[in-house]
């Protein structure tokens, strides 16, 4: 199997679907013949013209609105908003038309398509460019929402995104998008279930619950800990929504203890509610206080240096705060 | 001077002016089981009935697509619905063809009929309609999307971002403006900058045209040369039909607490029903007795549908969580 990055596994995912299916197609800002910002549509619009892989007018409300309606006509769009945080003019488009198109039809349209967008930050790229937005979008019924981690996961995540009946905001952490490459298969057997978590790291003594670039923070943070004789379990949700209750559940059947590791701002976030869920499955199990270890809540991360890194969660945070719910 | 029939048939016209009157008739029914309590918000379509049914009369309903908006209550007359279903989405019954009493009267959707499901926010369907028309222009069926809004919706961003889209790609989109000039209180001078919305297709490139909206055949006329340039690959094309709000905004509104009383007197002897019959006579198209007789008859037809409307089931409590997703 070829060794691919996360973006390059982006693009590959997308190249797949749109051999299999000749409805599949991209639009956005500079996806064309540039290829994307982050090169995730790199030679897409060369292999299937400029039809498939459309440029649009740099206007975030009528990419959605354009994908919805290729959607009700039968065809499988794939819409790239160029940052999550550009995301936000299309936001009536997304939450109160293509999220409700189903319901308020009461079932007699449906509007399956993907808005993929880089997330989160630790690249330099200030307020406008490093937001973690996916709670807004978590909390629309009617939407379904990934933020895959590694290479593997994206790919299957995507592949199954554009397969799927109802529309997925697909987020992709643009700080891993070249951070490792690993081992990623083709075809349908690179396939990977919506709203299936993972468990990344075996441990006895406290779940860490988290999802995207904090994946990799949290694996670090949990073998300092290991060092201090605390082990770690890792989940990765892969899916915020639906997402996988019951592996969490299970974990936390078994270490008592449960910390939610989110890159976006505490409060509100969507590690905020998977909390509260916990806290009301788990009671019983609990040997500690469900904690959130998460950004402050801060508009949004700062360009210079310091304060960037003020702002990010990185391994000591996380092990501070998981060493806490561990001693508790 | 009466705009000339062009290729209309007296049976096509008469049958356009059975709907008008059905909606005028339904109209007033709805009025007065409001007043009755028995129908909690209507938006009226008063004043608009001819300019709508003209311009639905000119396309192809069951081929074209349809992007309506709350007050095309005539238009989705003469796209297909008919008063018993009209009368179901007012009573909010589980019948409702276009959301099963979900949504309130006024957001039309039909798939079958082609009518895309529309939702209460403000000019959303308008991008998404180029979209549609994108659609439709890569399938090359000839088919296109009519788009309708009132002047208001001009002002939302959604309105450039649709036009802008649709011109670029030269998608089959016939955007019309029912401009009566009132957003609620809000009055033209304050909502619409420079001298009208048609003027603004210049920008676009596309042709723009204004057209009395109580003249019948002026506005079939100008959707006509619209659907053909659009089936003719040429593009979209704006239209600003002029005519009068003969009813407050909404059941909730009352406009004689912001219009001059003077005005509103002067508007309701405009009224373009009569002007239509008066024109139906003048060519000898419809006699005092033959229109007495079509009104009796229309009477009958809406209090058949009130009575079957009212009588109809109202939605399960157990099926608000039904149509979220595919699988549900």
Partial sequence: MPERNLVQAVRDALYEEMERDDRVCILGEDVGRKGGVFKA??????????QRVLDTPLAESSIAAVAQGLALEGFLPVAEMQFADYSFPAFNQIVNEIAKVRYRSNGDFACPLVIRAPTGGGVRGALYHSQSPEAFYCHVPGLKVVLPSTPADAKGLLKAAIRDPDPVIFLEPKKLYRAERQEVGDGDSAMLPIGVATVVRRGADVTAVTYGYMRAVTLQAASRLSADGIEVEIIDLRTLRPWDVESCVRSIEKTGRVAVVYEANRSGGWGAEVAAELAERCFASLDAPVSRIASPDVPAMPFSPTLEHAFMLNPDKVADGLRRVARY | MPTDAGTLTREQVLDAYRTVLRARTLDDRRFVLNRAGK?????????????????????????????LYYRNFAAALACGFTPEELMLSAFARAADPSSGG????????????????????????????????????????????????????TSQGDFHEGLNFASIHRCPVIFFCENNRWAISVPQPLQVAGPGVAERAAGYGIPGVRVHGDDFFAVHLAVQEAAERARAGDGPTLIEAEVL??????????????????????????????RMRAALMQRGWLTAEDDASLREEVGREVERATEAAEAAADPDAGSLGRHVYADA
């Fill in chain 2, 39 to 67: 129908l909690a918000f209507i938006i009226s379509p008063r004043g608009h009935e001819v300019a709508q049914v003209a311009a639905i009369t000119a396309l192809q309903p069951g081929r074209d697509r349809f992007c």
């Fill in chain 2, 102 to 153: 979900r949504q309130t009267p006024g957001n039309f959707g039909s798939r079958r009929r082609g009518v895309i499901i529309g939702s209460s926010t403000v000019g959303p369907q308008i991008p998404k309609a180029a979209g549609i028309g994108l659609a439709l222009k890569w399938k090359g069926e000839g088919a296109l999307c009519y788009v309708s809004f009132g002047e208001g919706a």
């Fill in chain 1, 41 to 50: 549509t790199e030679g897409l619009q060369q292999r299937f013209g400029a």
């Fill in chain 2, 245 to 274: 709000r003969l009813q407050s905004h909404s059941t909730d509104d009352d406009q004689r607490a912001y219009r001059d009383a003077a005005e509103l007197a002067a508007e309701s002897a405009r009224d373009p029903i009569p």
